[in-house]
Each structure stands twice: as structure tokens, then as C-alpha cells.
């Protein structure tokens, strides 16, 4: 018979979680006004703002409760998660939080910095040179160390409240309740585990919004080629996004196409050069998935005002980007890379204004 967690230790695990989040304030939606585009406004959910400093704080969070209250981690479970860096900092946090031991599988292609902020946090990194195999070596050190794999990209899509709770899709449109288009036509978001865009097309459907949900995907991900034809699950090994947090080899378990309308493949050019437009506009850095959100609301503006649209967008701003100085703000490292990015940034300060 397997051991019952403690419930005096499981009440004060949830209490811990709960009162981090009852100290932190909600995080910021930013207005970017396009003058070249009269009658359309677009807006950053700035996720960077969150204590790990990233959208998968949220998820994170999410993921211990979900687990806690099926009482798979007790006061001495090893947590094991996979992940390319930002999942895995948000849950070395809320490990350290509840004094467990924490390991991330990550890519060894995973930027130092985040590496770096893993193990700020007490997290231990296990590195694999393959990212197709983070799942397998996940489950097996799981096993070795009789803890409990986390798998985000199983979870993220149940452990979320999509009806609410503060969830991401709730916050959006109560933020945007006093603007002049206070229902989006778009939102726009990526798909690392697809959780994120799981919760905010459900969240549009259970509330009965108008707004139709757009996942931008890197060129180099199947979801998009899943979006479009349900039999394609995999890519071919060797084809691999450089865009770090979204675009998976596979089609995740918490993917959920059904609840989008519409999927924009985006170079990895294109989403440096929109990053790095970016963030000479806000005047910071932000991360290479923000380019690739920026990329499709831009495609997606440009339509309706060719068409006489009037309305707002609201993507997310999913982290900052000094975790990415060694790599997308590194120009030898992108030229090194054959990434020619500075036509993509000009467009895209152009389109900015």
C-alpha cells in the first residue's frame, strides 16, 4: 500500500504556495500604441514580472498544487521536471519553498543564464544531450530516486483552473475591462507544453468573448503542422527550434488545438529581429518567444487594417531578456548561427512606429 502524505505537512505545502501568491500583485498589461495603424492598440501581458521572472511561473505554481492535492509529493519527494530553463527555475522556487529537492532535465543547448537561475534556487540541472530523450531520462531518475516527475507537458492543461482563479485568461480581460476595445479580437500567445493557450481558448469559450485565440509556433515545431493535420505528431530528428520555451519535436499531451483558431509559423529571424525591435521600444530586453508572439500580432494587424478593422490585440511578454545575453543579444553567437535577424528588427521597429 503506498504511504499517505502527511496532511498537517500537505495543509502547510498549499499554505506556503497560497501565501506566495497572496504577497505578489497581478502582473502588468502594457499599451503599445501603433500610429501607423489608427484604430488598432496592442497590448503586452508582461509576465516577466512574476518572482521567477517568467509566464511558467504561473505553471509552475500550478503544477505543484495539482500535485500536492493528489498527494504524489510528500515532505521527502524528490521533484523531477523536464524542461528548456524557464519551467524549471519557476519550480526550483516553489521546491526551495517547500525545503524539497529538486532536479531539472534541461537540453544542453539551454542558455547558462538559466541554468545559472536553477540552481540559484537550489535546483540541481541533469543535462542531455538530445532533447528528445528529457522525458525518458525524467521518468527513469524519478524511479531511481523515488520521487515524482512533474511532466508539465502532460499536466499543464488539467492543472490549470481555465474557469479561473486568477488564471492568465482572467486576468486579461479583467485588465482590459476600461479600454476602449475592451474585448480582444486576438489574442496571441506560443505553445511550449500548450497549456497557456489551452487555459485562454477554454476561457474564451466558457465565458462567451468573441476573441479568437492565434498560437504563434516557430517554423521549426509540429504543432502547427499538427494544427493543420491531425496525423502529423512528430518532426524528423535533427529539426529543432532555436527559440527556447515554444515549438516542441512532438505533439505535447496538453496541446489542445481544438480551443485555437488560427496557428502563424514564424521564423527564428523573425522572432530575434521582432525581440530585438522590441526592446528598443520598451527600452529592456525581452526573450525570444516575445519575438515570436510580436511577429504574428503584427501579420495579424496588418490584416485588419487592410480589411478597415478597428480593435485590440493582447499578447503575452513572456520573460525578460537577460537570461539571453549569451545567445539572441550575442551577435556572434547568432551570426555564428546563420541567423540574419537585422532585416526582421527593421520591419519591425517599423512596424512598431
Known sequence: MTKRVDRRWLSEAVRRIEADYNRSADTHLIRVDLPRYPGIVLYLKDESSHPTGSLKHRLARSLFLYALCNEWIGPETTVIESSSGSTAVSEAYF???LGL?????????TAKPKLDAIRFHGGEIHMVDDPRTVYAVSHRLAAETG???LDQFTYAERATDWRGNN???ESIFAQMAEEEHPCPSWIVCGAGTGGTSATIGRFIRYCRHDTKLCVADPVHSVFHRHFEDRSVTALPEGCASRIEGIGRPRVEPSFVPSVIDRMIAVEDADSIGAMRALSDRLGRRVGGSTGTNLWACAQIVEEMAAAGETGSIVTLLCDGGDRY???Y?????????GVAWTGAAARMTQFLG
Request: glycine share 10%; net charge neutral.
Open 101 to 109: 529537492r529538486f532536479i531539472a532535465v534541461v537540453p544542453a543547448t
Open 95 to 97: 521546491a526551495k519553498m
Open 167 to 169: 488564471n492568465i485568461a
Open 329 to 337: 543579444y550575442d551577435d556572434a553567437w547568432l551570426g555564428d548561427r
Open 325 to 327: 545575453g549569451c545567445t
Open 147 to 149: 520521487g515524482h516527475y
